[in-house]
């Protein structure tokens, strides 16, 4: 609410406002903004206008009523005294409240930044990977086993607290793993084929598939607003395969099915997920574990030992030792990005976290046309800019 006073700040007594019972107590749950005043008569001239609420800036004191024959002053003493300040300036209340509410505000900021970073490398650790050792079902697996590996030690020396799990969970988690298995490795096998940058451009059009596949299978609906959202991330995801250098249809189709894929794993986790008493952290490290079980046969079936044997020789011939330590730090960092980001929907809202997933696209995006010197026409960046234009548009018209 906004209110108008002539000055920008003025002391007033608690008392002032005080006729019954039943009003102090309102006054005393909503003391961060002042209840309209009644018309009584001021006891100094303030200058300040009393028929409009205005906000509280801090709260000097609290006391309690007392009754004197002494002064009139003693005879009426506060209960609340307060300072006020102009509805346009109002400055919040220094007190527990606001600074848990910082303290949370800092520790989102802090999660956003290190799940952007992490994603950063770890993405430019695995197309050097691929680049060196063109073999994306195995270096799927091994950013799976990574990730098992370091919770259940996590788990074993009781840094993380081990998580109760039943038969059901398990169930649940079942079509959420089969989904995340096949969005994570399909998405190696676009970046495999093709730029960094492109693929995280085509995956930003998951928005897209998400209201389809929402409004044609599940029968929801969205508002106007939604729909016309997706215009500009179908047409920026088109203008930017159309103009794309180095296009290829493996690699575009495999980020196209990660979409789908991930689409499938977001509906999945929210319908079996309610109820579950299981954190961001142990939920992830739990999907991961199920999805290295799934992924690892089919990883054999189709590359195998052998294929995997002669091309490590290969790439070590190439790079040199130093592709052990690109592969141990792609599939550190995969898991390391994912766990921080599950960790911070425990703190955020969806939208916030749809947000945070659009700008980490960009810097995605940016940092890998830098590292890589990925050569980018400006009809391909317009592309890119206005399907990520339209996927933050999505967020909003969807809240």
């Not at 008392?15 to 001021?42: E, G, Y």
């Not at 930044?113 to 691929?130: H, M, R």
Request: aromatic letters at 12%; proline letters at 5%.
């Amino acid at each position: 609410m906004i209110s108008t006073v002539k000055q920008s700040a003025v002391t007033i007594n608690g008392c002032d406002f005080i006729r019954t019972k039943s009003q102090t107590l309102a006054s005393t749950r909503r003391f961060s903004v002042l209840p309209p005043l009644p018309a009584v008569k001021p006891r100094r001239s303030s200058g300040l206008s009393l028929s409009k609420p205005v906000y509280v800036s801090s709260v000097e004191n609290f006391g309690v009523m007392k009754r004197s024959n002494k002064t009139h002053d003693q005879e009426k003493s506060c209960l609340v005294k307060c300072k006020a300040y102009e509805a346009d300036r109002a400055e919040p209340i220094d007190g527990p409240d606001s600074k848990t509410e910082t303290a949370r505000r800092l520790k989102i900021g802090v999660y956003f930044a290190t799940w952007w970073f992490l994603n950063v490398i770890f993405n430019i650790y695995n197309k050097k990977v691929l680049n060196a050792f063109p073999f994306p079902w195995l270096t799927s697996t091994l950013s799976l086993a990574a990730g098992s590996l370091i919770m259940l030690i996590s788990w074993a020396l009781r840094i993380a607290e081990t998580p109760k799990t039943d038969l059901e969970f398990w169930k649940t988690l079942f079509p959420v793993a089969i989904a995340h298995t096949i969005g994570h490795v399909a998405a190696t096998v676009s970046m495999s084929k093709v730029a960094v940058s492109f693929t995280h451009i085509i995956k930003s059009g998951e928005p897209a598939f998400s209201v389809l596949v929402s409004r044609f299978l599940l029968g929801e609906t969205f508002p106007m607003a939604v729909y016309l959202s997706l215009i500009p991330i179908i047409g920026g995801c088109g203008l930017s395969a159309l103009t794309e250098l180095n296009f290829n249809w493996i690699g575009f189709g495999g980020a196209m099915i990660s979409n789908v894929a991930f689409v499938f794993r977001n509906i999945f986790s929210k319908k079996g997920m309610k109820g579950k008493s299981v954190s961001g952290m142990n939920y992830y490290a739990c999907l991961s574990m199920l999805s290295l079980l799934i992924l690892t046969p089919f990883a054999i079936a189709v590359e195998g030992p052998q294929m995997w044997a002669l091309g490590f020789e290969k790439a070590v011939s190439q790079i040199g030792p130093q592709i052990i330590w690109w592969m141990a730090a792609q599939s550190v960092f995969y898991h390391l990005y994912n766990q921080v980001s599950y960790m911070s929907l425990d703190e955020i809202s969806p939208l916030t976290f749809s947000i945070g997933n659009t700008m980490k696209r960009i810097s995605v995006i940016v940092s890998s046309i830098i590292i890589f010197r990925t050569p980018v026409q400006p009809v391909n960046a317009l592309g890119a800019a206005i399907a990520i234009l339209g996927t933050f548009l999505y967020s909003q018209a969807k809240q």
